[in-house]
């Protein structure tokens, strides 16, 4: 297994991966208010927070993804560094299963948000690959 100072540099060393992911983070906002001339310009309705709720579960399904991945990476070398012992086959299976599992779950609440809320915006188009258009 590994020590505590390793897993401190596990840690961190995820973290530097995922700083980009974070910062990202900051296009999720669909609108921008501004007040011009004691007027409110760009203001945000019922239709930018459901961009909001899209925009955070996008966001939400693609951190989880690339943790989904390496989670199975690590499962696979514990399935492979465990030679001899049958216990930890046995985690490492668990681990990479509970992953895949969990993981299909999410894509599926994923897909039932990503439908309803295109469903709720009038004029909105159904699908995946559609955007939500407010109108």
């Keep these: 297994m590994l020590s505590s100072t390793d897993m401190k540099i596990l840690w961190f060393t995820c973290l530097a991966w995922f700083l980009p992911l974070i910062s990202s983070a900051a296009s999720i906002v669909p609108c921008n208010p501004k007040i011009v001339n004691g007027v409110m310009v760009d203001n945000c309705g019922i239709c930018e927070a459901g961009k909001l709720l899209l925009n955070v579960s996008d966001w939400l399904v693609m951190v989880s ?66 955007p939500l258009i407010c109108p």
């Design 65 to 130: 993804g690339i943790l989904v991945v390496l989670i199975i990476i690590g499962g696979g070398l514990i399935l492979v560094v465990s030679t001899g012992n049958v216990s930890a086959k046995g985690s490492a299976r668990k681990l990479i299963s509970t992953a895949l599992i969990g993981y299909a779950i999410l894509l599926g609440a994923w897909i039932l948000v990503d439908t309803f809320m295109k469903f709720l915006i009038p004029g909105s188009s159904y699908g995946l690959n559609h």
